[in-house]
């Protein structure tokens, strides 16, 4: 495959990840959605025009209030339009064929490959809407130069304890280890750490670990940024990071299993199975029924490691490049939907910190959660939003899960390295 048709036809491969993040799996290319009674808010009909707006559930029911106000404002009518699956696949299915939407809601690692693709426009925030943001939010949005979204929401994974079983955030994930396989020695727990591997592994949750044994996905250009000429799966200390996860794995710590899966790592927290979790906000209704203390605090570090720095995934407003009302979606993205209002709706529709720094510092005072888990994660590193981060997890995912089971990290690094140079060649 091209590198062009990269990010499409990798989409399977990282489906796993951006479900973690909370965006939508992508799969195959389907049919352009059509909106259903609770699935569109319009505002009344006018002759300026039409905004359509495409967005995931929550997102819809959050903007329906400013979608008919922005509607009424400024005379034209605002259809928001819902997606339920597939919604990067569906965007730019639709953006080539001409049928797609003015305003699109999704995560920022989509941008490398829709940029690539020609289906969205730079946003134009001023200087002063851009410092009203957090920096890794702003960051995390920026491709090759430019600013690519409106971020609204910043999502990263921490470390989530029952204090009931273990009072005190470990100092190092080999404390952590020690202190889980106590519990489990003392019957009661029944897993050292809840972190998904499953079959394939799972290489965002896995990130945090791998970076803190020296791991590294890309070497970095002149700017900082990702370089996708420089792939390091199979360099020195990826192969060490790889030995880390054999450590902690079935045949050594017994902390990794391929057991623990994306379907019950959560769960098992919230049964009291388990200690410690690694995961992020989309975990907290669970754990909140759980029924016990919790604390969110940052993953740890080996304790002679790197930083345990989480992935950082950033919700964002895009503008369709082939939209029908691009100077519509332009005001909508750049001077209506990055006001606090609509980032708190926001937020009270999926409870994820808010990008704005002002809506955020409210949403702390409310629910302190939001900001451990922004503290856990300001010092992570965005998603790499260019397209060839889609040929590096699935590889990744089977390298991790080999070491878990006792294989050779050496030989897991070099096949996946040789698998990645492969897909981006070809």
């Known amino acids: 495959m091209s590198k062009r048709a990269l990010g499409v036809a990798a989409f399977a491969s990282l489906a796993f990840a951006t479900a973690a993040c909370g965006g939508s799996d992508p799969a195959a290319p389907s049919a352009a959605p059509t909106a259903g009674a609770s699935g569109s808010a319009s505002a009344p009909a006018a002759a300026g025009g039409t905004l ?40 730019l299915t639709a953006s080539q064929q001409g049928s797609g939407p003015d305003v699109m809601v999704g995560a920022h690692d989509w941008i490398g490959n829709l940029v690539q693709n020609g289906a969205i426009d730079p946003v134009n925030l001023t200087e002063e809407q851009k410092s009203a943001f957090s920096p890794i939010a702003m960051k995390a949005v920026t491709f090759d130069g430019q600013v690519y979204g409106a971020p609204y929401a910043v999502e990263n994974i921490a470390l989530i304890r029952n204090t009931d079983l273990a009072p005190d955030a470990p100092a190092s994930i080999e404390e952590m280890v020690k202190t889980g396989k106590k519990l489990k020695d003392d019957g009661k727990v029944e897993e050292i750490l809840c972190l998904p591997v499953a079959q394939k592994g799972d290489a965002f949750h896995a990130y945090p670990i791998f970076a803190s044994g020296g791991g590294a996905l890309f070497g970095t250009t002149a700017s900082g940024d990702p370089d996708p000429k420089k792939v390091l799966l199979g360099s020195e200390g990826s192969v060490k990071a790889f030995g880390r996860f054999k450590e902690l794995g079935e045949k050594g710590d017994g902390a990794l299993k391929t057991s623990i899966t ?22 907290m209704t669970d754990v909140k029924k759980g029924g016990f203390g919790y604390d969110i605090t940052p993953v740890p570090s080996f304790e002679d490691g790197e930083p345990a720095t989480p992935f950082v995934g950033v919700q964002s407003f895009f503008v369709a490049s082939k939209g029908k009302s691009k100077t519509l979606a332009q005001e909508f993205v750049t001077n209506y939907v990055t006001n606090k209002d609509v980032a708190k709706a926001l937020y009270e529709a999926d409870p994820r910190p808010p990008a704005l720094a002002e809506t955020l510092e409210e949403v702390k005072a409310a629910d302190p959660d939001a900001g451990k888990f922004m503290d856990a994660g300001k010092d992570g590193m965005p998603m790499p939003a260019i397209p060839e981060m889609a040929a590096i997890w699935e590889p990744f995912g089977i390298a991790e899960a080999a070491v878990v089971k006792g294989g050779d990290p050496a030989k897991a690094a070099a096949a996946a390295q040789k698998a990645i140079d492969g897909a981006l060649k070809n």
Do not use: H, M
């Open 52 to 91: 359509v707006i495409w967005a995931d559930p929550n997102r819809v029911k959050a903007l329906k209030p400013f979608a008919d106000q922005f509607g009424t404002e400024n005379g034209v009518t605002v259809e928001v339009k819902e997606i339920s699956k597939d919604n990067q696949t569906v965007f």
């Open 262 to 283: 994306n379907e019950n790592y959560i769960t098992s927290f919230a049964g009291k199975k388990c200690a410690y979790l690694i995961s992020g906000p989309w975990a």
